[in-house]
């Protein structure tokens, strides 16, 4: 072979290790938003199965399991939910696990560790709470340390996993907004110290009186996990509006260089009118054009994800 062959065949291997650069880069960029499948809480006939989390455009699976199906009893824990999970996201190409720990009323959250409870849920600055959530996150942690992509932050929850809190919440004896600023940055440091190396997604809330004290406990939670923090609404539809109070707090962040990731309000399919459209990619195109990292989609509209 001569010199000449030689410098054709090392300037087409360059073009082409450019050109494979190029390709990869434009499929990060275009690709950077996935789509998680979110597994319903309790059994259900409409669970993520195979099939659906097989789908190429699906890429990853978030379990959500209530606290007291996993910890009913001081001390007693049950994973196997969790293991059942991790199980099918390994046979379904090994794609990744987000874990979230709904806490908060409709029995949600155990009630063995006493403590004061208002609207059916533990106050969220009730030290007996917070000292149990930290306890079942240390002991997550031992088992499952690092095989999750994600951990949300929950705990001082009134609804499952959000920072809504109970209406008239404030009204309650002892209540503060140090003390609910304080207390999220607890259960946030629980988590962190159990899962290092996770993402740790938090679902926002406007709502009175957290709109009072969103702000605060974003900025502490950030001086605690860094850039582990994705800030997250979980009301994602087809006309979900840009000015919207709840997605301009999100936008507000992303400027300051904090990750941002939503959760659909509801099926597209079983529920158009509220979803403002039939077609899930209606919604999901909101989350991508707003920067999410992530969105969490019904198993009913992951079929319609392209």
Same mark, same amino acid.
């Given at each position: 072979?001569?010199?000449?062959?030689?410098? #054709?065949?090392?300037?087409?291997?360059?073009?082409?290790? $450019?050109?494979?650069?190029?390709?990869?880069?434009? @499929?990060? @960029?275009?690709?950077?938003?996935?789509?998680?499948?979110? #597994?319903?809480?309790?059994?259900?006939?409409?669970?993520?199965?195979?099939? /659906?989390? #097989?789908?190429?455009?699906?890429?990853?699976?978030?379990? *959500?399991?209530?606290?007291?199906? !996993?910890?009913?009893?001081?001390?007693?824990?049950?994973?196997?939910? !969790?293991?059942?999970?991790?199980?099918?996201?390994?046979?379904?190409?090994? #794609?990744?696990?987000?874990?979230?720990?709904?806490?908060?009323?409709?029995?949600?959250?155990?009630?063995?560790?006493?403590?004061?409870?208002?609207?059916?849920?533990? !106050?969220?600055?009730?030290? +007996?709470?917070?000292?149990?959530?930290?306890?079942?996150?240390? +002991?997550? $942690?031992?088992?499952?340390?690092?095989?999750?992509?994600?951990?949300?932050?929950?705990?001082?929850?009134?609804?499952?996993?959000?920072?809504?809190?109970?209406?008239?919440?404030?009204?309650?004896?002892?209540? @503060?907004?140090?003390?609910?600023?304080?207390?999220?940055?607890?259960?946030?440091?629980?988590?962190?110290?159990?899962?290092?190396?996770?993402?740790?997604?938090?679902?926002?809330?406007?709502?009175?009186?957290?709109?009072?004290?969103?702000?605060?406990?974003?900025?502490?939670?950030?001086?605690?996990? $860094?850039?582990?923090?994705?800030?997250?609404?979980?009301? /994602?539809?087809?006309?979900? @509006?840009?000015?919207?109070?709840?997605?301009?707090?999100?936008?507000?962040?992303?400027?300051? $260089?904090?990750?941002?990731?939503? +959760?659909?309000?509801?099926?597209?399919?079983?529920?158009?009118? *509220?979803?403002?459209?039939?077609?899930?990619?209606?919604?999901?195109?909101?989350? *991508?054009?707003?920067?999410? +990292?992530?969105?969490?989609?019904?198993?009913?509209?992951?079929?319609?994800?392209?």
């Amino acid at each position: 072979m001569t010199n000449l062959q030689r410098f #054709k065949l090392l300037r087409i291997a360059l073009l082409l290790c $450019g050109a494979a650069i190029v390709l990869i880069c434009a @499929s990060i @960029s275009w690709g950077q938003t996935l789509n998680f499948a979110l #597994k319903p809480g309790q059994p259900t006939s409409r669970d993520v199965s195979d099939a /659906l989390l #097989k789908l190429p455009t699906v890429s990853g699976l978030t379990i *959500r399991v209530p606290w007291f199906a !996993i910890n009913s009893r001081p001390g007693v824990y049950d994973f196997s939910v !969790i293991d059942r999970c991790l199980a099918q996201s390994q046979r379904c190409g090994h #794609k990744p696990v987000k874990l979230i720990v709904q806490t908060g009323r409709d029995g949600l959250s155990p009630n063995w560790f006493g403590g004061q409870t208002y609207q059916g849920a533990p !106050i969220p600055w009730s030290p +007996e709470m917070l000292a149990a959530h930290a306890q079942l996150m240390n +002991e997550l $942690g031992r088992k499952y340390r690092y095989r999750f992509y994600a951990v949300h932050i929950t705990g001082p929850t009134h609804p499952s996993a959000e920072m809504h809190p109970a209406p008239n919440l404030d009204r309650v004896r002892g209540y @503060s907004d140090a003390k609910m600023i304080q207390a999220w940055a607890t259960a946030a440091q629980s988590v962190a110290a159990a899962f290092p190396d996770a993402a740790l997604p938090l679902s926002i809330s406007v709502k009175k009186p957290a709109n009072r004290y969103v702000d605060a406990t974003i900025s502490k939670i950030r001086t605690i996990v $860094g850039s582990r923090l994705i800030l997250q609404h979980n009301a /994602l539809q087809a006309d979900t @509006s840009v000015t919207a109070p709840h997605h301009q707090l999100l936008m507000k962040y992303r400027q300051l $260089g904090v990750r941002v990731a939503f +959760e659909m309000a509801c099926s597209a399919a079983d529920y158009p009118v *509220r979803f403002g459209s039939a077609d899930v990619m209606d919604g999901v195109r909101v989350g *991508r054009n707003s920067g999410a +990292e992530f969105i969490d989609v019904y198993p009913p509209d992951l079929r319609g994800l392209k």
